[in-house]
């Protein structure tokens, strides 16, 4: 239950603040805990993408006032922005804004992929591991990414969320950085910078590694959306991602030699948790019970990063997917996890096995997409936005307006309970509502 004290927590909730940079954690209830140290992830881990790093040098006095805050409201004595050293911008803005009382320091991070995993984030910031299973608030650690902290900060304001900055990268005339109301169209968000460069072309939304190629070009821009990355359709990152998965298993279960270089390069595994995605897919291939087969049950512990499968096995296996979908199942059965060492020890060797971003791109054939996407600050029009009722874990908000209302930019049009799992939805443009469904709200723009 939320108090109606006026707190951050409130605050944070009415705006319908969700973690910018992930499944979309609502807020409200991750700052509503007690904290050591506070992390802003700028680490922006993914080739290709942008909005974080330019952000964190345009945006940086609203993070770090969201950063402080939090700080504050979760009892931190300390914070910190963990971001690439190669970030230039961003640290030269945040260094200059840093007061020595702040209690706020810059960690920079090597470029590989992925220092922006938070489990592997905690480990570099503070040599803290977060035991399989858990949060970073399990080790005293409250993460979350350099929007939310902007989101934060304009919540403590009164204002709603209502945009997103967004990469838009890949085949299109003119890679950019845009700010655009939620519910935008992915084809609007194109057509802004430049349109495609291929025909028929295909939309990952989200990093080439752990984003998903979207259905159709009229889905919409949702809190969550950090980059659209427009490629060819028979592009490998495209194709990987959108075999069918009875095809993947039954090719895991024919070829998969065993060669343990999976394990050698698991982000998880290397921090120390009981866990070998080779066992897993060795289980898979003698077919073995999911909870009754040890081997199998640890997939729980994959983040789905993919670097396993992209980078290091040589049959490029997708087993970061295989472990998302029986991590899913093992939920679905309510399997209760095995219990995990309290404290995981990293491999000595972790320092030497870490894959640098740059690599990944050229081994993900992206190196030719690898281009400056700059921010491009003018507000765009949108006719018709499509507003989803759910872009967050937890419930779908409900709606509260009706056909044909007339709203303005950031009235509340879907309603959710105080202390309720989920996040309230706002109007991201004024204009008169045109559809209402269970899932979205249509608003057209005047
Ligand atoms: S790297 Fe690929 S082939 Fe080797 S053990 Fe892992 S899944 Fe099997
Ligand atoms: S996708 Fe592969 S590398 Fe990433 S956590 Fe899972 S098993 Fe490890």
Redesign the pocket.
């Known amino acids: 239950m939320i108090a109606k004290n006026d707190s951050l927590v409130e605050r944070v909730w009415r705006a319908g603040v969700v973690g910018a940079g992930g499944a979309g954690f609502p807020t409200w209830k991750k700052i509503d805990a007690r904290a050591e140290i506070v992390i802003v992830n700028g680490a922006e881990c993914e080739p290709l993408l942008r909005n974080d790093q330019q952000l964190m040098a345009s945006r940086a006095a609203e993070i770090l006032r969201g950063l402080k805050l939090v700080m504050k409201a979760v009892g931190a004595k300390e914070g910190v922005v963990a971001l690439k050293e190669k970030y230039r911008a961003a640290i030269g803005e945040l260094s200059r804004l840093i007061k020595p009382a702040d209690g706020v320091r810059l960690h920079p991070l090597k470029g590989v992929y992925p220092a922006g995993d938070e489990f592997v984030l905690v480990y570099e910031v503070c040599r803290r591991v977060v035991p399989a299973g858990k949060i970073p608030l399990a080790v005293g650690v409250l993460v979350s990414n350099p929007e939310t902290f902007l989101n934060i900060a304009r919540a403590e304001k009164g204002e709603a969320v209502t945009g997103r900055f967004l990469t838009v990268t890949g085949a299109v005339k003119r890679p950019k950085t845009l700010r655009l109301p939620i519910g935008t169209p992915l084809k609007r968000a194109v057509e802004l910078a430049g349109g495609a460069t291929v025909e028929d072309p295909a939309l990952v939304v989200g990093g080439p590694m752990m984003g998903e190629v979207a259905s159709h070009d009229g889905e919409p821009v949702t809190k969550t959306t950090s980059s659209i990355i427009v490629l060819p359709r028979d592009h490998k990152v495209v194709v990987r991602k959108q075999q069918a998965l009875d095809f993947d298993l039954r090719k ?1 279960m024919e ?9 050698l390069i698991c982000p998880r595994s290397l921090l120390g948790h009981e866990f070998k ?2 066992l897993v ?1 060795r289980s898979l291939a003698l077919g073995l019970p999911y909870p009754r087969s040890p081997g199998l049950s640890s997939a729980a512990a994959c983040c789905a990063c993919d670097l ?1 499968g992209v980078y ?4 490029e ?1 997708p ?1 970061g997917r295989l472990n998302k979908k029986i991590a899913g199942e093992l939920e679905d059965w309510n399997w209760k996890r095995t219990p995990q060492p309290e404290r995981p020890r990293p491999a000595p060797l972790r320092e030497y096995s870490l894959v640098p971003v740059s690599r990944l791109t050229s081994r993900l054939e992206l190196k030719d997409y690898d281009l400056p996407a700059p921010t491009d600050d003018h507000d765009h029009t949108v006719d018709r936005v499509f507003i989803p009722l759910k872009q967050h874990i937890g419930r779908p908000a409900g709606a509260v307006v009706k056909r044909n209302q007339k709203v303005k930019q950031g009235d509340l049009i879907g309603g959710m309970e105080p202390g309720e799992m989920g996040a309230r939805v706002h109007a991201s443009i004024s204009g008169t509502v045109r559809e209402v469904t269970a899932e979205m709200v249509v608003i057209e723009a005047g």
Request: one cysteine or more.
């Open positions: 895991t070829i998969c030699c065993q060669c343990v270089y999976c394990t995605p080779h897919m396993c290091s096995c040589p049959m296996l087993i």
